[in-house]
């Protein structure tokens, strides 16, 4: 099975700032078959990237996906209030498994 | 557009089935995979497995055999996971989402099953 491990757990920022997510996986992922998603508190996850870099439909440009092989990165431009929320990437190349997630919260 | 609505928040007892279901709208139901994941309160996200809606052959991951069960009524679009013998530990967040060429995309609003004597 393949491992997602984010960092950082908890990353405090304030409106307007940049914000960078790491997930690095326990092998290598095949295809870059990676994707983020963003969940609020009672809702349930949005697909935000798929392809490790490609936007789903809809969401802003502000958001980008890079990375291949077992690192990747979800960078938000500019946080919006909306923004702050939890995120995860998750792995389709063997099965699917998620990391554990990172909480983007207002500081 | 495509929206997946599922049933309503469950509490059920320990040694109780509870039956979640997952209407499909705006797609060719039967066109696409799926998945069915679990997130325990305040918890991350586990994939359970998917069913294929076209064969409506259920696949499940390391984990969820024996107690859990995918399927479908193709007439109404909708696919329903039952979990039986229920535990405390299977109080959670179950979520219906389709799944397109991997990614899953878009996910259902959520079922809350709640396991309490």
């Known amino acids: 099975e393949i491992v997602l491990t984010q960092s950082p757990g908890t990353l405090s920022l304030s409106p307007g700032e940049r914000a960078t997510l790491s997930c690095r996986a326990s092998q290598s992922i095949s295809g870059n078959f990676l994707a983020w998603y963003q969940q609020k508190p009672g809702q349930a996850p949005r697909l935000l990237i798929y392809g490790a870099s490609s936007r789903a439909t809809g969401i802003p440009d502000r958001f980008s996906g890079s990375g291949s092989g077992t690192d990747f990165t979800l960078t938000v431009g500019r946080l919006e209030p909306e923004d702050f929320a939890v995120y995860y990437c998750?792995?389709?190349?063997?099965?699917?498994?998620f990391g554990g997630g990172t909480k983007v919260e207002i500081k | 557009q495509v929206q997946l609505v599922q049933s309503g928040s469950e509490l059920k007892k320990p040694g109780a089935s509870v039956k979640v279901s997952c209407k499909a709208s705006g797609y060719i139901f039967t066109r696409q995979v799926l998945s069915w994941l679990r997130q325990a309160p305040g918890q991350g996200l586990e994939w359970m497995g998917w069913?294929?809606?076209?064969?409506?052959?259920?696949t499940y991951a390391q984990g969820f055999t024996g107690r859990f069960v995918f399927s479908l009524d193709t007439s109404v679009s909708t696919a329903y996971l039952q979990i039986s013998s229920l535990q405390t530990e299977d109080t959670a967040v179950y979520y219906c989402?389709?799944?397109?060429?991997?990614?899953?995309?878009?996910w259902g609003q959520g079922t809350l099953v709640t396991v309490s004597s």
């Open positions: 069913i294929n809606t076209n064969t409506g052959t259920p």
């Open positions: 998750q792995q389709y190349g063997s099965s699917f498994t």
């Open positions: 989402a389709r799944t397109v060429a991997g990614p899953f995309d878009p």
